[in-house]
């Protein structure tokens, strides 16, 4: 095991780097869409630094001090991957509300200058009436550093005011410390919201037309009646069986021809979105050429008469006569949809209705926002009385509907665990924040709690931990004042307890994601509760141990789910092992680590293995089958209890398992879908653990039924799984290589360092 930590883990190498530079680069210069190209030409301008950093040591990638000359709670810019470039959040070129500031000032636009003021009487006021007014916005954590600086001034605390000066100043050059001004302050409030109704308003006001749709109604529009009097003209020369040219036309006939000619070519020439008029093999380009030739003066032959006769007919038999009951109910319902506004004019509506309301926040009713086109806004806008909003433009709004955040997952606004996790520090930055007695302390410290969750995770080695919010200097600066507050740690739990049980209840097929994982962390320290929360671990930089929590994790796991549980028995845990392995911890390269934890991970995945990404992922992978990733902590410590029931968890599992399955089928490389189907299959085995033994056998029941509501393949696929489970279910356990009945029924798990058998082509089962 030990062997594995000291060879360079894959992605260390500058290969990484110089790969994701190449993609960037190719982006850069090849990608239609203007936006897309500028923002990877940012980012081959940030993998340039990152290989000049490598290349002359200015940059540490690993370290959680990466960036030479740049302490470890300065805010770095990092890269996909946690690579940082070299470069501070904080730093670059002034903002425009800092150079603002210099002119009202008349400074330099310099930020030492913009520090030195701010630490003046004058620049000290206008700091405190920010702090009582908390009209200010933090957007990464620097901002928040000079408003500390001013609340300990005004609490007394001189000393605690030059410490924090000095331990700044070195940095009052290059980084920016001065908060940014904003018209409302920060809502404190148990509602959350996905985007600010300024973000909406924005998203809608950039929304431009769709060719396709704008091409349709141009063809609706213009080249339907235009075809539509074209045929008019041609039927005037029709015997009564509607022969064409049955009869010689007159020179009215003539004068009226030229005259539709005239017309086409104005509207070829304004309306450029359709070319279908343009095809002479078309009905319409055959009427029209034929039209271009009488009107020359020149007879047609008998094939294009032949091709005259043809396209009127069948222009005729399609949709009737012109003037007739089906072709005019035809044309009514077509001019009725070509009627229709646009939806970037409606987008541009809803943005204006968006521009009368706060713009720094949600909107606690969105209902008036997407309501119909009111009568009054006919008038302005000359939209449609009545015209109903689009569900696309209903979904941009509704990303701005500020509520509690189990409304939001229920309504779809949150769709999925990542999306939540982004939410959750709104919530958890009050919680922590609580602790502080005085008003105008909390609303900054929970501004800059908020701003910190902003920050990427950088690449590290040797189980070293993410720099905390708590390593602030400012934050440390204000320690002593933390007291009980208002907020007991009864408050935090049960917002841990919410939180869990949202989580867990909205989606509850999928592995709580990493930034969630740690805000649950907090919350749980936070309420002084003893229940070990585990991030998931990146293959590619695995050192082939775990630090001491995840045998923590594995205990409580142990403690829930031991004496025989179908999780147990299916993964062929034993657990009583697992409870035995309690306290052995060890160190290594100043870090604890827990040796006997790994090494039964180790033998779990088969034992020593080739060094590998595949191979890291399967020791992984036991550690989540040992700790239930977080589940057990959360039943067993935090009392979690979803409101719809664990069989219903059971079953959502399955459909997101079948339905990552079908998947699978098309996928050239299925095995990341493979393995979040493996980690569904898992939480399912869990929520099953955790029903009676009616209701499980309920939902064990169903899975047929369930595999046939899609694809065959998913049944054919997934029939070894679903005969592992029915023998485990049934008494029976797996073999030591996880198969048994000769290899028809199979233990389910994601990872694997050859090919999965889940990705078998099962073309040669015959449909049962």
Not at 117 to 136: I, K, N, P, Q, V
Not at 569 to 581: F, K, N, Q, S, T
Not at 583 to 601: D, E, H, K
Not at 653 to 666: P, Y
Request: aromatic share 6%.
């Amino acid at each position: 095991m030990d062997a594995h930590a000291d060879k360079q883990p894959p992605k260390m190498s500058g290969s990484y780097a110089e790969d994701h530079l190449a993609r960037a680069f190719v982006t850069a210069l090849t990608d239609a869409d203007p936006a897309t190209r500028a923002r990877a030409e940012e980012r081959v301008r940030g993998w340039r630094r990152v290989l000049a950093g490598m290349t002359d040591g200015t940059l540490r990638i690993g370290s959680r001090t990466p960036v030479e000359g740049l302490p470890a709670w300065v805010t770095p810019e990092v890269l996909r991957g946690g690579f940082a470039t070299g470069a501070p959040i904080a730093g670059g070129p002034l903002l425009p509300y800092e150079t603002e500031a210099a002119r009202r000032a008349g400074l330099p636009e310099d930020r030492a200058a913009l520090f030195a003021r701010s630490l003046t009487e004058e620049g000290l006021t206008e700091l405190w009436a920010l702090l009582d007014s908390a009209r200010y916005e933090i957007v990464v954590p620097e901002e928040a550093a000079l408003l500390t600086v001013a609340w300990l001034v005004r609490a007394g605390e001189a000393e605690a005011a030059l410490e924090l000066v000095s331990e700044l100043r070195p940095f009052a050059g290059r980084l920016r410390f001065t908060p940014r001004p904003s018209g409302a302050p920060a809502p404190d409030t148990g509602s959350v919201h996905r985007r600010t109704v300024a973000d909406a308003g924005a998203a809608l006001a950039r929304r431009r037309s769709n060719g396709a749709v704008e091409a349709q109604r141009e063809a609706l529009a213009v080249w339907t009646p235009f075809a539509d009097d074209l045929l008019r003209h041609w039927l005037e020369t029709a015997d009564p069986e509607h022969r064409v040219l049955g009869r010689d036309p007159d020179a009215g006939w003539h004068a009226r021809g030229a005259a539709l000619l005239d017309r086409y070519g104005s509207l070829a020439r304004e309306h450029t979105r359709c070319g279908g008029h343009r095809d002479p093999k078309g009905n319409v380009g055959i009427l029209r050429g034929a039209l271009e030739e009488t009107t020359a003066g020149r007879p047609l032959d008998a094939r294009r008469t032949g091709l005259l006769r043809h396209a009127v007919a069948s222009m005729v038999r399609k949709r009737g006569l012109p003037g007739s009951e089906r072709h005019t109910a035809l044309r009514d319902t077509q001019a009725a949809q070509a009627a229709l506004p646009s939806h970037q004019a409606l987008a541009h509506l809803v943005a204006e209705r968006l521009s009368g309301l706060p713009q720094d926040a949600g909107a606690a009713d969105v209902t008036p926002l997407v309501a119909p086109v009111t009568e009054a806004e006919r008038r302005r806008s000359g939209l449609p009385a009545g015209t109903a909003v689009p569900p696309a433009i209903r979904r941009v709004v509704e990303g701005a509907r500020s509520a509690p955040l189990a409304t939001l997952v229920e309504l779809g606004v949150v769709p999925s665990a990542e999306v939540m996790a982004e939410l959750v520090p709104q919530l958890v930055a009050v919680e922590t924040a609580a602790v502080y007695e005085d008003g105008s302390l909390r609303a900054l410290m929970a501004a800059n709690y908020r701003a910190f969750r902003g920050r990427r995770s950088l690449l590290l080695l040797d189980l070293a931990r993410q720099v905390g919010p708590g390593e602030l200097p400012w934050v440390r600066a204000v320690s002593a004042r933390r007291g009980e507050g208002a907020r007991t740690e009864g408050s935090a739990h049960a917002a841990l307890r919410q939180l869990g049980e949202v989580a867990v209840d909205g989606f509850p097929g999928t592995l709580l994601p990493n930034p969630l994982v740690r805000e649950l962390a907090v919350l749980a320290g936070r309420a002084g509760l003893d229940a070990p929360l585990v991030e998931e671990l990146a293959a590619d930089i695995f050192m082939g141990t775990f630090s001491p929590k995840f045998q923590s994790a594995a205990t409580v796991a142990a403690e829930l789910l031991g004496g025989g549980t179908l999780y147990e028995r299916y993964y062929g845990i034993d657990y009583e092992a697992v409870l035995a392995l309690a306290g052995n911890a060890s160190r290594r390269a100043g870090a604890r680590t827990a040796s006997g934890f790994a090494a039964l991970c180790h033998e779990r995945a088969g034992g020593p293995s080739s060094y590998g990404v595949a191979a890291n992922g399967t020791v992984i992978e036991q550690a989540q089958i040992l700790t239930t990733h977080n589940l057990a902590s959360l039943v067993h410590r935090v009392g979690i209890v979803p409101a719809s029931g664990w069989a219903d968890l059971a079953r959502r599992c399955f459909i997101t398992v079948c339905r990552l399955t079908a998947r699978v089928h098309h996928e050239p490389r299925p095995l990341a879908t493979i393995k979040d189907a493996a980690y569904a299959w898992r939480q399912m085995l869990f929520h099953l653990s955790m029903c009676d033994d009616a209701a499980a056998a309920g939902v064990l029941a169903r899975m047929r039924e369930e595999t046939a509501r899609h694809p065959f393949h998913v049944a054919a696929r997934l029939a070894p799984a679903l005969a592992g489970l029915r023998l485990v279910e049934e008494g029976g356990s797996f073999g030591a290589d996880g198969t048994a009945d000769g290899g028809r029924a199979r233990r389910l798990t994601g990872w694997a360092t050859s090919g999965h058998w889940l990705s078998a082509d099962p073309r040669a089962v015959t449909r049962r």
